[in-house]
C-alpha cells in the first residue's frame, strides 16, 4: 500500500475511532460487549437478536430474556477520549506519514489487583447507585473490565454476598474471557447454566 493510501485509511479509522469511543457510539459499544461476552460463553446468536434501548433507560442492552446493564471498569486517570481525540486531530491534518508521530504516553504502574475483588467491589458499587435501586432486581449486570495490571478472574468470588446485592446476575468480559459470577433464580437459563461452565 502507498503511502497516500496508507494515510487515507488511517484517517478513516482514527475518525471511527473517536466516533465509537465517543457518546454518539455508547450503544454501539454496550452491543459490542454483549455481543464479545455471548461469544467467550459459546452462546450462539444473531446480531439481530441484540439490541439497545434508550440511554435513559436503567437496560442497556436485550438479548433473549436477558437484560443487560453494562458497565466498563477503566483504568483510574485513564483520558482515553482526549488520546484519541488527540491522535485523530494529528492524523487528519497529516501530510505524511511521519506526520501522524505523536508524542507518547507515560503511566504510573499500579501493583496487580485480584479480579474477583475489583469485580465485586464494583458490583456492589453500583447497587447503591439510587439509578438502579428500584430496578436492579430485574438487571443483569454485564462489566467490562479494561483496567489494566488486574488478574484474571478465578470465580473466587463470595457468591452469597454477590446474591445480597441485589442484581439478577453479575458477569464480566475480561478480555476475551467470560465470566458469570452470579445467577439468581430468575436469572436467564443461559447465565444460569454459564456460572458453572465459564471459561477460567
Known amino acids: 500500500m502507498k503511502d497516500k493510501e496508507l494515510l487515507a485509511t488511517m484517517k478513516r479509522e482514527w475518525a471511527e475511532q473517536l466516533r465509537f469511543f465517543s457518546n454518539r457510539g455508547k450503544a454501539e459499544r454496550e452491543r459490542w460487549v454483549v455481543k464479545a461476552f455471548l461469544s467467550g460463553l459459546r452462546i450462539p446468536f444473531e446480531a439481530s437478536e441484540i439490541t439497545s434501548r434508550t440511554q435513559d433507560d436503567a437496560v442497556d442492552v436485550d438479548f433473549r430474556e436477558a437484560r443487560f446493564q453494562v458497565k466498563e471498569i477503566t483504568t483510574p486517570g ?16 497529516a501530510q ?9 504516553f507515560v503511566y504510573d504502574t499500579p501493583p496487580i489487583i485480584s479480579g474477583d475483588d475489583l469485580v465485586g467491589s464494583e458490583a456492589a458499587r453500583l ?31 463470595d457468591t452469597q454476598a454477590l446474591s445480597k446485592l441485589g442484581w ?23 447465565l444460569q447454566y454459564a456460572i458453572n461452565t465459564s471459561s477460567i
Open 78 to 93: 485513564e483520558k482515553r477520549q482526549a488520546e484519541i481525540a488527540s491522535t485523530f486531530k494529528r492524523v487528519q491534518v
Open 96 to 104: 505524511s506519514l511521519q506526520d501522524t508521530i505523536g508524542p507518547g
Open 127 to 157: 447497587a447503591t447507585d439510587p439509578k438502579y435501586l428500584p430496578s436492579k432486581h430485574n438487571l443483569d449486570l454485564l462489566l467490562y473490565v479494561t483496567r489494566t495490571f488486574v488478574s484474571i478472574p478465578q470465580l473466587q468470588s
Open 168 to 190: 439478577r446476575s453479575i458477569s464480566c468480559l475480561f478480555g476475551a474471557q467470560s465470566f458469570v459470577l452470579f445467577a439468581g433464580p430468575e436469572a436467564p437459563g443461559f
